[in-house]
T-cell receptor, first 114, second 113 residues
């Protein structure tokens, strides 16, 4: 079975631009979470979605937004990109979004801001 | 105080030895604990999870949880050079009701042949 798939794998943008990252969860998983990982740090929680509803949001500015579609895939949007947004963006899925259910990560999208 | 703390390392062990990785957490409401392995340039890969006090074994890996002392550890027996990676400890809390993972900064493990 396919794991969590993310696209694109790499992206280069300039300051002020907008970016959309995409994620497809493992088949049967209804919850998707997004994380940002900067070099040398653990991933930081951005959003969690379950059944198209936002279940949680981390400490990120309103420039970050996301949504989940009826097929449980998800998009993360970042507006007005800053140099500090350069990071590995990770998508994870689990069955129902509950805290005791392991989350499985995709390969990530590496975003570089010039 | 960070919510989840790990020694960044590097922790260096010889091949065949036991590697011991430790993690402490601050939220007593934490309920679920996960260990992820991350190779350089790759994404985190789930290797163990534990919910109850005590030990949980899976192959060469053993996770240990002590909620009273608020620490969780990962033991890797018969360490191999292929185990060289960063190990991330992650915690979730029922009180947050989001299932979000709170990660430590990771411990880099080096297994020397």
């Amino acid at each position: 079975d396919a794991g969590v798939t993310q696209s694109p794998t790499h992206l280069i943008k300039t300051r002020g631009q907008h970016v959309t990252l995409r994620c497809s969860p493992i088949s049967g998983h209804k919850s998707v979470s997004w994380y940002q990982q900067v070099l040398g740090q653990g991933p930081q929680f951005i959003f969690q979605y379950y059944e198209k509803e936002e279940r949680g949001r981390g400490n990120f500015p309103d420039r970050f937004s996301a949504r989940q579609f009826p097929n449980y895939s998800s998009e993360l949007n970042v507006n007005a990109l800053l140099l500090g947004d350069s990071a590995l963006y990770l998508c994870a899925s689990n069955l129902g979004g509950y805290s005791n259910q392991p989350q499985h990560f995709g390969d990530g999208t590496r975003l570089s801001i010039l | 105080q960070k919510e989840v703390e790990q020694n960044s390392g590097p922790l260096s062990v010889p091949e065949g030895a036991i590697a011991s990785l430790n993690c402490t957490y601050s939220d007593r409401g934490s309920q679920s604990f996960f260990w992820y392995r991350q190779y350089s340039g790759k994404s985190p890969e789930l290797i163990m999870f534990i919910y109850s006090n005590g030990d949980k074994e899976d192959g060469r890996f053993t996770a240990q949880l002590n909620k009273a002392s608020q620490y969780v550890s990962l033991l890797i027996r018969d360490s191999q050079p292929s185990d060289s990676a960063t190990y991330l400890c992650a915690v979730t809390s029922y009180t947050s009701n989001t299932g979000k993972l709170i990660f430590g900064q990771g411990t880099t493990l080096q297994v020397k042949p």
